[in-house]
């Protein structure tokens, strides 16, 4: 026996790189996390019965799938050409990849150790297609691929929701037969023994259908589910991938671009299931021509012109409201949001009354363009139930007077035509409706291809780089940023930061500071020019990647639903408690731990309330302290600080950062600038300034000097001795 096939180490990591190299977009994960992973397979593999293994590979296939943010399907025991790539389990429970088939040489399998061709699989091998929801061969992401991709996955379940909708038709014609031989051959012959048999049997066929309407619906349930679940990840993962500058201003219009992909779904189901009853509709209508002839076809044909023509008129009435109905709506869902994060800031200033006002008016735009979709959704449904009544009285008079004059059609003939017209007219019936859901999927699609049209991390190459060192060397060359919603432009012509050095970036507020520093994080990426991160463009290096390296710490500190020690560890695995107190102390996080009864455990709530402003900045910079990074990127650390904790977190920072890792900080604090040795000074301008600290200290107090007469405050600094503070605008 091949232990390495079992081992859940090696086929963890071989699988991470195999995958990740297939994927485009999967990130490979790093070491720390296989570990974690590992972890909940302790050599189990490599005993147990084959069955068991069996079961226990499959896990393992979904667990390493989910943290690769890849999906498995469902595992069968057929393989076709279409399905690569896919896995395979051995009975045996051995882990193979099948990557390709040639017709010369056959089916290409790989496993941990060996690389091999076969022309046949063992017996009751089973496979799963593995494959990145939402994204296309070439690596780009569109919604309705996304889509496309989760429905033809499930394609069996239409096939068995086909299978059922013919058995079920063909029950229901059994139905309108029985009416026919009741009233032509029954009644007329009194066969009392006929009818018996008759009913039974038509009693079993009502039965059936029951049964079988009951499991389609089940199963589609099941596929509904699963459909949701795959659309749903696929679409939050895209969320999680779109680059920060490409972020749309308006919270409420991306949540309800998001959200969009419900209507979707419904209206996917809908098709499908329409599309699949159609074929039984125009066999129903042909028994009809062969039982009534030309006219009744005629009348049912005429229904379903009539049915299309006010599902497309009242579709493009639909469409022009909805679409100003939702930005409407999605402006209303933006104030609410506004509204609860700044309660505190309409409550000061009284200006609640304003955002009434407003309020009011986006609701009167949203509800009348609500309402009239509303009218024109009900116009479709009521016009389209009283054509089918119409129809249904057309067809049986037709018939009537059809059976009298010519007698071609028997009074049973005519009672089936009937019961079968109930079941061509009720779908037709339903096409305006069909017909206007498809309005509302269609705009939501439009929304949602928005959301997968923005840019995302790591868009320019297709295999992001994940270099084993970084040593935090930045070159900027010609750069030119302008923020989506726009404003002026910053650019920097040149600027280079060597590996280990130590700078502080000051300048007036609304210079580009906090800008300068995300694009030197990579969360941003300029327009023109290029951000080189040891050589390499920061825009190409893998996003995860980056963020275990480069610690970059905002301005706005944001917490998240969960526990303090869940918000201390975000993204970190391997952290462990001693780590966590050690940091803790360091920062001066630890009295706020200790003074409260539930400790690491305390509940923050959304959005981070809960906690102090000043809390909440030392628990990112505990976050920060905790991640080890090479690089470290700071905005503003200490801002909400006292001048204890501010003390205790630049003491942090000295012992924490070494000679080699580089640090970039943005400040307003004097006293951080003990922590670096070299200044850039920026404007909206670009860099104004830039050299060893003290000259640059020393230049900015002359223009300060120089603009506003000798002036000079002093302050004390970190060690208690006295420093001058720097004129943050003495560069303009
Ligand atoms: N999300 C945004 N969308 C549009 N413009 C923005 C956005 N964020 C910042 N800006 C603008 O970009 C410019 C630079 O902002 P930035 O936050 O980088 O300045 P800063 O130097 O860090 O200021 P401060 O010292 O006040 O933090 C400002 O004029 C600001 O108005």
């Known amino acids: 026996m091949n232990k390495e096939l079992y081992s859940p180490e090696k086929t963890m990591a071989w699988l991470n790189n195999r995958l990740s190299g297939i994927f485009p977009n999967v990130r490979r994960l790093s070491r720390r996390e296989l570990a974690v992973l590992k972890g909940e397979y302790p050599d189990l593999l490599q005993q147990g019965e084959p069955a068991y293994r069996v079961a226990l590979q499959k896990c393992l296939v979904d667990v390493l799938g989910r943290a690769l943010s890849v999906r498995a399907g469902s595992w ?31 089916w290409g399998l790989e496993d941990v150790s060996s690389r091999e061709y076969v022309s046949e699989f063992p017996d009751g091998a089973e496979f799963c297609r593995i494959f990145d929801p939402g994204v296309g061969a070439n690596g780009s992401f569109s919604a309705k691929k996304l889509f496309k991709q989760a429905l033809r996955e499930r394609r069996r379940v239409f096939v068995f929701s086909a299978l059922a909708a013919s058995m079920v038709s063909f029950l229901a014609l059994g139905t309108s037969l029985y009416s026919m031989q009741v009233y032509d051959r029954v009644i007329p012959t009194q066969g009392y023994s006929t009818l018996i048999v008759l009913t039974i049997g038509v009693g079993i066929a ?5 049964v079988l309407k009951l499991t389609r619906s089940a199963i589609l349930e099941a596929a509904i589910r699963d459909v949701d679940s795959e659309v749903s990840h696929g679409v939050f993962k895209r969320l999680l991938t779109i680059r920060l500058d490409q972020f749309p201003a308006s919270v409420g219009t991306l949540a309800a671009q998001l959200r969009s992909y419900e209507t979707i779904r419904t209206f996917y189901f809908a098709a499908t299931l329409y599309a ?10 042909c028994v009809v021509f062969f039982l009534a002839g030309p006219v009744l076809v005629g009348i049912i044909l005429s229904f379903v012109v009539l049915a299309v023509a006010v599902g497309m008129l009242s579709r493009t009435q639909i469409v022009k409201h909805t679409r100003t109905g939702t930005a409407s709506s999605n402006r209303k869902l933006g104030l609410l949001v506004e509204a609860v994060e700044g309660a505190e800031v309409i409550k000061a200033t009284g200006a609640g009354w304003l955002a009434q006002i407003k309020w009011g008016s986006l609701s009167q735009d949203a509800i009348s363009d609500d309402l009239k979709v509303r009218r024109y959704q009900e116009l479709a449904s009521f016009a389209s139930a009283s054509m089918q009544q119409l129809s249904y009285t057309l067809l049986v008079a037709s018939g009537a007077f059809i059976a009298i004059t010519d007698g071609t059609i028997t009074m049973g003939g005519l009672i089936a035509c009937a ?40 868009d320019t190459c297709n295999q992001p780089l994940v270099p084993e060192r970084l040593h935090g060397g930045y070159e900027l060359e010609g750069i030119r940023f302008t923020y ?7 650019s920097i012509d040149k600027l280079e930061i060597k590996p280990g050095e130590k700078v502080a970036l000051l300048g007036p507020i609304g210079a580009g500071k906090s800008t300068l520093l995300k694009l030197l994080a990579g969360v941003y990426a300029p327009k023109d020019g290029r951000v080189l ?3 390499l463009d920061i825009q190409q290096i893998s996003r995860p990647h980056l963020s275990e390296v480069v610690g970059y710490l905002p301005q706005e500190v944001r917490l998240f639903a969960g ?16 780590q966590l107190v050690a940091a803790a102390t360091a920062t001066g996080l630890m009295p706020f731990i200790s003074s409260h009864p539930q400790g690491l455990d305390l509940t923050i709530t ?66 951080l600038l003990n922590l670096v040795q070299r200044i850039i000074v920026v404007t909206s301008a670009g860099v104004v300034m830039d050299g060893p600290r003290d000259m640059v200290i020393a230049r900015l107090q002359q223009n300060h000097q120089a603009a506003t007469g000798p002036v000079n405050q002093d302050v004390k600094d970190e060690n208690g001795g006295e420093r001058h503070v720097v004129a943050q605008g003495g560069a303009e």
């Open 606 to 671: 959304e959005g981070g309330n809960g906690v102090s402003r000043g809390q909440k900045q030392l628990i990112a910079f505990t976050r920060l302290l905790l991640s080890h990074p090479e690089v470290w990127l700071l905005d503003e650390p200490t801002a909400s600080m006292d001048d204890g904790s501010e003390r205790s977190c630049l003491m942090a920072l000295r012992q924490m950062i070494s000679p080699e890792n580089t640090l970039v900080l943005v400040t307003h604090k004097p006293a």
């Open 484 to 490: 989506a919603a726009g404003g002026q432009p910053f």
């Open 533 to 535: 991160l040891d050589r």
């Open 276 to 285: 699949i009853d159609i074929p039984f509709a125009l066999l129903f209508l």
């Open 206 to 210: 009502i039965f059936l259908e029951f």
């Open 419 to 458: 019961i079968l017209s109930g079941r061509i007219l009720t779908p037709i019936g339903m096409l305006p409706g069909l017909i206007v859901q498809w309005a509302h999927a269609r705009m939501a699609m439009e929304n949602l291809e928005k959301v997968f049209a923005l840019r995302n991390d790591n």
């Open 563 to 578: 526990t303090l020690r869940e918000n201390l560890l975000l993204g970190m695995s391997d952290i462990s408690e001693e």
């Open 76 to 106: 069968t025991r057929s393989l076709q050409e279409t399905d690569l790539p896919c896995l395979m389990v051995s009975p045996a429970g051995q882990i193979s990849l099948v990557f390709e088939f040639s017709p010369t040489r056959g």
